[in-house]
Each structure stands twice: as C-alpha cells, then as structure tokens.
C-alpha cells in the first residue's frame, strides 16, 4: 500500500500529465482546472491543493518536462562540444520522446501573456541549449558563435515544428544535412 506521501507524489504527478495533454492538445486559455481534474481523475478542490492557479499549473508542467530534457542528454549537455553529429540528433531525439511538450513550448512562444508567466521556466530551457551551441561553435574557432548559435537553433526550431506536424517529413535527411552545413561554418 503506498505511503501518503507516495500517493501525494502520484496525484501531483497525475495533474501535471493531464495539464501537458491538454494545455498541448487545446491549448492554454481554453483548458480549465476542471477539465485538468477530470482528466487527471481526481477532485478539482485536490488540484488546488498543489497548484494555487492554472499559470502554477503551467509553470510546474514546464519545469518537469524541462527537468526530463536535461536528464536526457545531460551527457551530451555535460561534455565539451564539439561535434555537432552528437549533439543536434540528441535535441531531436527530445523532441521525438516528448512531442507533446514540444507542441506545448512552441505554442506558448507564439502566445504572448502566457510566455510572460512562464517566461523564466523557458529560458533557463534555452539558455541550456545556447550554451552548448555557442560553446560548439567557440571550439570550432567559427566566427560570432552566439549568432551561429542563434542560427543553428532557429533551424532546429523550424525542423522540430516540422516533425511535429509532418507525419511523412523527411527528418534523418534534413538533420543529416542541418548537420554538414553547419561543421562547415
């Protein structure tokens, strides 16, 4: 039988999967705590108990999610950069293990109020992927690193909404090719 505590973590847990399906699914402003409750199979009085508003909610959903990505390739995030046939395959494979929260990201850049609320939980998210590119580029002596960063990753944004909403999109080309233009930067 689980400890209270067990059965605090999973309810906790519950409501945030619900809360990254259906933020990514209907969006942010049309996904009520309600429907989170329901969804999650608990209470909506239990809901705010961990979360005192759906912008807490929000911002819980984006650090754990956030939290998976770096265990991911905490590896890759850890080591010296320098060589791009690792690292950028590493940050489509994210994109491939959570479409979900990837949809959830780029939808929330696109929405104005609610980036503001959750604009710090996205930028510690990017500021982790700048600097592993800007450090890429340092060691491959490439000039203005954090512009080519800033490039690279665009094309990276770019590609990963294209997986995302492509069923047939050609990706292990495409990043193939991301891959050997950029080594020649």
Same mark, same amino acid.
């Given at each position: 039988?689980?400890?209270?505590?067990e059965?605090?973590?999973?309810?906790?847990n519950?409501?945030?999967?619900?809360?990254?399906?259906l933020?990514?699914?209907?969006?942010?402003g049309?996904?009520s705590?309600?429907?989170i409750?329901?969804e999650?199979?608990i209470?909506?009085?239990?809901?705010?108990?961990?979360?005192?508003?759906k912008?807490?909610?929000?911002?819980?959903?984006?650090?754990?999610?956030r939290?998976?990505?770096v265990?991911?390739?905490q590896e890759?995030?850890?080591?010296d950069?320098?060589?791009l046939?690792?690292f950028?395959?590493?940050v489509?494979?994210?994109?491939?293990?959570?479409?979900?929260f990837?949809?959830?990201?780029?939808?929330?850049?696109?929405?104005? /109020? +609610?980036l503001i609320?959750?604009?710090q !939980?996205? &930028?510690?998210l990017?500021?982790?992927?700048?600097?592993r @590119?800007?450090?890429y580029?340092?060691?491959?002596d490439a000039?203005n690193?954090?512009a080519?960063a800033?490039?690279?990753f665009a094309?990276?944004? /770019? +590609?990963?909404?294209?997986m995302?909403? !492509?069923? &047939?999109?050609?990706d292990e080309?495409?990043?193939?090719? @991301?891959i050997?233009?950029?080594?020649?930067k």
């Open positions: 039988m689980p400890t209270r505590e059965q605090r973590e999973q309810s906790q519950s409501i945030i999967e619900a809360g990254l399906r933020f990514s699914e209907n969006g942010f049309s996904t705590i309600r429907q409750a329901k999650a199979g209470s909506l009085g239990l809901v705010y108990n961990y979360f005192e508003s912008e807490d909610l929000l911002k819980s959903v984006i650090q754990e999610c939290m998976d990505v265990t991911s390739f890759t995030l850890d080591q950069v320098t060589d046939d690792e950028i395959p590493a489509f494979a994210q994109v491939e293990a959570r479409p979900t990837w949809r959830l990201v780029y939808m929330i850049r696109f929405q104005h /109020g +609610i609320a959750v604009r !939980e996205i &930028d510690e990017l500021s982790l992927i700048y600097s @590119l800007e450090a580029f340092r060691a491959a000039p690193p954090v080519n800033r490039l690279l094309a990276i944004v /770019g +590609i990963s909404s294209q995302l909403t !492509e069923p &047939d999109y050609p080309m495409v990043i193939q090719q @991301l050997e233009t950029f080594k020649g």
